[in-house]
């Protein structure tokens, strides 16, 4: 396959960069005990690298999704058969085989994050990752049987997905059904928020909290590949060995601050990318370097803070939030167009990886919904449609 066009402008930087321990996705999958469900060809009309053969319309003709009946714990999770959704003129109808699950979705299980106007209300999933079934009427550029990845506002968690043709891009074309399904939510979010909107430069410091989690390892790995220094922050040492792995320096979550502060000779963290929430407040504004960054993306521990206003103007520091879910059509175009230019060639060249913490079968979304909640999470939690 000849090399792809176009570059991230940092390659330089990452091509010097030294070679690292990957945490390969099916590595991680396999040892978590799922090795029938995820070993590639194990789905019975599942190809390795499609995920569906072509002719999958003939096993079946309703779509696979999990279901919110309300809003709660694991009570109000449903597994159901629909129908298929209706693939319009400016969309795709994706098949997926495998379905990645994101905090969010945690979220608005409880009733806290619902879906925006358009969008399924009671079927969760803010990503979709697999091979084009049906092309709408005025669409161009897709063909029966591509492979894309993208993002939707809603019913994700679904083996079927019409989405709008303009937020889905090309897949990498080295992974496989099960690792596709791991990029697209956690990557572009880390990308938009590091990259595009905190504009990360090389040789600056990055901190991330929630290091070893979907985002946290995606970041991870793109402030590595941007020729950033990386300190990632994890509570389990497993999640800090898989940190160190991807070539940054793993701390714990006890003392972080001073422990940013020592590793950085006291100047702190040019840009901190916040995946935990009101906790780390304190310490963020404590070690932040002068004209920092701090990116506010995860609130699950808590979101309101103690907002002391000199500290900010004496460090010159720059605090923002981002989402990526109810973003309008154009906004959510551009991330996901920005992420494809600049990091869709550094799949292809193994200098990102997807993560994988567990694929469950999608009749077990409580459980999986159960681990997302969980602690000592490495990477991705997906939900298996292949079989």
């Not at 969309?91 to 969008?119: C, K, M, S, T």
């Not at 103007?313 to 109810?326: D, P, Q, S, Y």
């Not at 990091?343 to 060249?349: A, K």
Request: glycine share 14%; aromatic share 4%.
């Amino acid at each position: 396959m000849p090399p792809p066009s176009r570059m991230c402008a940092c390659e330089p930087s990452m091509m010097s960069a030294p070679a690292r321990t990957r945490l390969r996705a099916r590595d991680t999958c396999r040892s978590s005990g799922h090795a029938s469900h995820c070993s590639p060809g194990s789905g019975r009309l599942r190809s390795p690298r499609l995920g569906y053969a072509r002719g999958v319309e003939a096993r079946r003709s309703a779509m696979r999704c999990v279901v919110y009946t309300g809003a709660g714990g694991n009570e109000v999770v449903s597994c159901e058969e629909r129908p298929d959704p209706v693939c319009g003129d400016e969309e795709v109808l994706i098949h997926a085989a495998f379905a990645g699950l994101n905090g969010a979705d945690v979220a608005q299980r409880g009733g806290h994050y619902p879906a925006p106007p358009g969008w399924p209300a009671d079927i969760p999933g803010l990503e979709v990752a697999g091979v084009v079934h049906e092309v709408g009427a005025k669409v161009r550029g897709w063909q029966v049987g591509d492979r894309g990845w993208g993002l939707v506002g809603g019913g994700g968690l679904a083996d079927r997905v019409a989405v709008h043709a303009s937020c889905v891009v090309p897949v990498a074309e080295r992974l496989d059904a099960r690792e596709i399904a791991a990029v697209p939510e956690v990557f572009i979010t880390a990308h938009d928020a590091i990259a595009t909107q905190a504009g990360l430069r090389p040789g600056e410091v990055l901190l991330v909290h929630g290091a070893a989690g979907g985002v946290g390892s995606a970041a991870v790995q793109i402030g590595v590949a941007m020729g950033a220094t990386v300190i990632g922050v994890s509570r389990h040492p497993e999640g800090r060995d898989a940190v160190a792995g991807w070539g940054a320096t793993a701390i714990d979550a006890e003392g972080w601050p001073e422990r940013v502060l020592e590793l950085t000779g006291g100047r702190g963290a040019d840009v901190i990318l916040e995946l935990v929430g009101a906790p780390n407040w304190p310490g963020d504004i404590h070690c932040i370097a002068r004209r920092g960054r701090l990116a506010i993306v995860g609130i699950g521990a808590g979101q309101k803070v103690e907002l002391a206003l000199r500290d900010l103007m004496t460090k010159r520091a720059t605090v923002f939030g981002t989402t990526l879910r109810a973003r309008p059509l154009g906004e959510k175009v551009d991330a996901i167009t920005r992420f494809h230019a600049e990091c869709g060639p550094l799949f292809d060249r193994g200098r990102l990886d997807p993560v994988i913490d567990r694929a469950f079968p999608w009749h077990e979304a409580a459980e999986a919904l159960a681990r997302m909640e969980g602690p000592g999470k490495v990477g991705k939690v997906l939900l298996d449609f292949s079989a």
